[in-house]
């Protein structure tokens, strides 16, 4: 008896790592018959080591990869790194290492470990963003963008982090601190740099022919906030008798009636003149103390925060009651928002509602809830109760926000107006008076790119001080980082204090003049660098149209949910961009797009330093080899929700791992001693046993449901379905003498090993070459089966007499009914339980394996 090797991953593994590399079997080929799939994982922040969720999400990517290639696609997976960012510039200031020394550093290492995954990575195609020969490609679709009107530059007020000293986007910055580093964020003005993304709102609501998540879509739209409402100007007479109007942007025309203050932003520009000569230093005051609060802040729907505001001692005119209600200013009223104003309708609106409430301000119902009562004639529901709707409202604990129901109450003309017409009659009575219109607004902002940071893309201006804003001249490009800087805590860009880069001259005329300082946002790399990658070695352009139309769009795009709102979003941006500018041919970047679920920490809590629940990579790789923890990972759970590692669960599928390698091994060792060549089993002829039938067909049926399980990215259930077939394999090994050298048992381990290869590569490459194979399992087509072939063997037939169940036959699938028949009156029991009477019907349930019999 032939003893069996021993499965040692960390020899096999490393040796499959070189080997692959040396024969470039990922390299995904421009020009090849096959139809092309590209297939996208998000690109990693270089932060210096590949953690458990980036093993998660590249395991899965790489399975749906592989399979695709083994479907018979020409398989694009590229792999690069995000490398411009705030750490690399914090690591810098820490620890006095230059950003650009660290990063490389990290990406070295990084590299490796993801290599060490075994992923069929197409090295060839890597982008890394902080390197110029990408770069430069940013900057140049940073100037396109300028030339076509869709860069910007304006003084406004911006979201700061004191403690990153830098300006964050809205998305930066959650529950009013900033993302990175928790400090509370505050508001300046300064000149930035914006892209026109709400040019795009309208288009980037429409989905259609995206296969998306759901919730992704719905973070999107919601995220882009459109609203239909109307405009509605009202008149404020200010203190040197002039008169203005105010425009406020509502979703709730019909409440108008309903208002009973008016609200301006602190930073409204007419706040001043608004403002009663004996208001001004609580005015003043107030602005004051709301030039510290966050946006985010303001916007709290928290209803704990107490709301906050003081009156201007001025009034302002309802446009369409006429009605002079008071002027307050409120922080919950932003000036970037609408138009810095609004109007306070109290018992419809829940903010309102508890502003009216703090400072005592009258709360009037305009539109009630359907009721049958109001359809009396000549009667309104406030006359009928008290005849003063402000005191019904006393005992309200909240707004109510009824929308295109009930109907209209206290609404002088209006009154009796069914609430679904109630939006439209206020909007055309305001258009045929001249004082409004019907309008729509977006939550989106224009996307503020503009970092004082060192670490990123430089914008390519130049200012000078005849021409202003010049863009640096695209054959000058790139406007390269300088290597060695100094990082001081100054809230400039470091990049103000390197006299090379700062000082140039005018592209126009030729004067001194200087460099724009500001870095872009990492989020411009990585909105097109999956473009890059059909094309990453051109040195001419950023892409060819060639490239684009050969490799775009991306077929699978396999990352995380938290980037609903801002790199998915911006990409989708950019793409649009770039084809109205005539530089693409296709509308959206991500034609399906998956989101991979968390590893949670062995607690069931998100795993982090501070918790000391972090499983590191390197660690399990080291113990149990890549192969084993990538299948872990995806056995945990559906692919789509993660779930909590458990150190038991990698050691069942260390089993698993180990139960493969003895019966492929047990099958080599057997064959060898039959003195046949092992690889070629399909020339085989020779004597087969019966339990060779049962293998053959339970190898179909694993082939069809591991296919099926692929497809619909459940790598769980598919590595359940290969738990089984080894079961199977095993058990006909142990219990039929001879079965090893049956030709079907041979052809059930090439299967096994091609089905599993996608998500254990190495033990499956090595099992395979062990068989006598010189290619690599890798390249195998996937295996066809035989949809007849997957239907059990043997089915079991209940057998009724008279409605009673008497016995069961077991009986092949495909039994005519005939045959059951004379089978089930053959039978002893059916026999006894006739006693001798006539069969008077019998009938076969062929779906339901049953029959039945009436005597
Ligand atoms: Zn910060
Ligand atoms: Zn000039």
Partial sequence: MITRSKYQPAEIESRWISRWAQDDIYAAPDESPLPKYYNLAMLPYPSGDLHIGHWYNYTGADIYGRYQRMRGHN??????????????????IKRNIQPRTWTLDNIANMRRQLARMGAGWD?????????????KWTQWLFLQFYKHGQAYRTKAPANWCPTCNTTLANEQVINGVCERCGTPVERREIDQWLLRITDYADQLLNFDGLDWPEKTRLMQTNWIGRSEGAELRFTAHLADGETVEIPVFTTRPDTIYGVTFFVLAPEHPLVERLTAPERRDAVQAYIEQTRHETEIERLSTDTSKKKTGVPLGATITNPI??????????????????????????????????????????????????????????ETMSDERSGNPETDTATWEAATTVKGAGEMVNSGPFTGTPGTEAIRRVIAWAEAHGVGKATVTYRLRDWLISRQRFWGAPIPIVYCPEHGAVPVPE?????????????????????????????????ICGEPATREVDTMDTFICSSWYFLRYADPQNATAAFSPEQMARWLPVDMYIGGAEHATMHLLYARYFVK?????????????????????IVLGPDGVKMSKSRGNVIAPDDVVGRYGADAVRSYLMFMGPFDQGGPWNNQGIEGVWRFMNRVWALASDYTDARADTGRPLAAENDLTGATIPAGDAVERLRHKIIARVGDDYAGLRFNTALAALMEFVNGLNKARDETPGVLTDPRFGDAIQSLLVLLAPIAPFITEELWHALGHDDSVHIQAWPAYDPAMTVDEIITVVVQVNGKVRDKLEVAPDIAAGEVRSLALASPRVQAALAGRDVKKFIYVEARHLANIVG
Avoid at 123 to 135: A, F, K, Q, T
Avoid at 349 to 374: K, T
Avoid at 577 to 597: K, N, S, W
């Fill in 75 to 92: 398989v694009m997976q590229p792999i690069g790194f995000d490398a411009f960012g705030l750490p690399a510039e914090n690591a810098a």
């Fill in 475 to 507: 054959d000058q490009l790139p406007v390269v980082l300088p290597d060695e800087v100094e990082f001081k805590p100054t809230g400039e860009s470091p990049l103000r204090y390197v006299p090379a880069f700062f000082n140039t001259t005018c592209p």
């Fill in 123 to 135: 090295w060839s195609r890597e982008i890394v963003s902080c390197l110029p020969d990408y770069y």
């Fill in 577 to 597: 961009v770039l084809r109205d500018i005539g530089l693409l041919a296709f509308d959206e970047p991500f034609t399906r797009l998956y989101h991979q679920g």
């Fill in 321 to 378: 009651s006429g009605e002079e209600v008071p002027v307050w200013i409120a922080d919950y009223v932003l000036m970037g928002y609408g138009t810095g104003a609004v109007m306070g309708v109290p018992a419809h609106d829940q903010r309102d509602f508890e502003f009216a409430r703090a400072f005592g301000l009258p709360i009037r119902e305009v539109i009630r809830a359907g009721s049958a009562r109001s359809a009396s004639p000549g």
